[in-house]
């Protein structure tokens, strides 16, 4: 029974009751085929492929589900046998350790499924659907409301998790319910209220929960062209002020209101400032670009430095937005 019909090696269900578990042995790592599926985990698989900085060690054990049922199997077969489990998105918002990661990293990027409802409004998608391509299929409809994330280079996952925002709006003030994959395995619909939803952070961040789909309230009947215009304008804003040349995780620091976190990191003098292949960007001092070759210590040593920088001159520290996953050494 074919669950998912994503271009690619689509992983399937399967009809079989069988719980036959095959283990694939190389020179460097192995391939374990997933009980009742036709997908594969596999060991020590890097994961600079997977994070937009391009860095990061390798994954304990990896898995990249097309579908809820393997994503479930895959949690389950975690469970049996005591491994962590870390989601990961599209890694636009994550720093992965040169050491890699324990345990069992599913990336959802492959969960991808959509609808747009016409007689309610609501586009109802899955956790790995890209936010950008939504903001493009919503305006070429002439449903308003996704302009503004056009820009999010993330998941649907990651940016309810986080809140993703932008131009004064976020993924809070539109959603509907995310469906949520508790701990046991089964599935639970959660409200805003109940996601606990503050500046860019949710309760769901540092949980065990694992968003797998989410509904969103657009509005429906505008212009096409009026919407896809604002969405090409916020587009255009994104490129000429933030850097797109160099792999970046967006926006490294949490804005410390009244202040602009860029605003501070470049009043202190740091932009330009490198350590290693990482820099403070010279177009936005809020992002660290991989300038080539950098690590994920040079990143991790450059983001203490703006902090310890900016603690000295404001009296303020800088809370990172970007997610820290592994072990870093505390002093750099």
Not at 61 to 77: D, H, K, V
Not at 80 to 95: D, K, P, Q, W, Y
Not at 193 to 204: F, K, M
Not at 257 to 277: D, H, M, N, R, V
Request: hydrophobic share 40%; with cysteine; net charge neutral.
């Amino acid at each position: 029974m074919t669950i998912s019909q994503a271009a690619g090696n689509v992983c399937t269900v399967s009809t079989l009751a069988t719980e036959k578990q095959e283990t694939v042995n190389s020179a460097e790592s192995q391939v374990i085929y997933l009980p009742n599926t036709d997908c594969t985990i596999k060991s020590q698989a890097s994961l600079s492929a997977f994070t937009s900085y391009r860095v990061g060690g390798a994954a304990e054990w990896f898995l990249a589900p097309r579908n809820l049922e393997t994503l479930q199997a895959g949690t389950r077969y975690a469970k049996e046998r005591g491994l962590s489990v870390t989601i990961v998105g599209a890694g636009s918002n994550l720093l992965v350790s040169d050491r890699g990661l324990p345990g069992l990293v599913i990336a959802t990027r492959h969960l991808r499924h959509s609808h747009f409802d016409q007689e309610t409004g609501q586009l109802t998608v899955a956790a790995g659907e890209s936010i950008p391509s939504l903001a493009w299929a919503a305006a070429e409809l002439g449903w308003e409301g996704l302009e503004w994330a056009v820009g999010i280079p993330g998941t649907v996952g990651g940016a309810v998790v986080m809140n993703a925002g932008a131009h004064n709006s976020c993924i809070a003030d539109m959603l509907v319910s995310a469906q949520i994959l508790l701990p046991d395995g089964t599935l639970e619909t959660l409200t805003p209220a109940e996601l606990g939803y503050s500046y860019r952070t949710s309760l769901l961040q540092g949980s065990d929960l694992i968003v797998t789909q989410a509904t969103l309230q657009l509005q429906p009947g505008a212009d096409p062209a009026k919407v896809l215009a604002v969405t090409k304008q916020h587009k255009q804003h994104r490129l000429t002020t933030q850097p797109y040349n160099f792999p970046s995780c967006g926006s490294v620091f949490r804005n410390p209101k009244p202040y602009s976190a860029g605003w501070l990191i470049e009043q202190t003098g740091l932009k330009g400032f490198q350590i290693g292949g990482a820099q403070v960007a010279q177009l936005h001092a809020n992002f660290i670009v991989n300038r080539g070759g950098a690590k994920a210590s040079d990143i991790f040593c450059l983001i203490r430095h703006i902090q310890h920088q900016v603690q000295d001159r404001w009296s303020i520290w800088l809370e990172p937005e970007v997610k820290m996953l592994g072990e870093f050494q505390p002093a750099c």
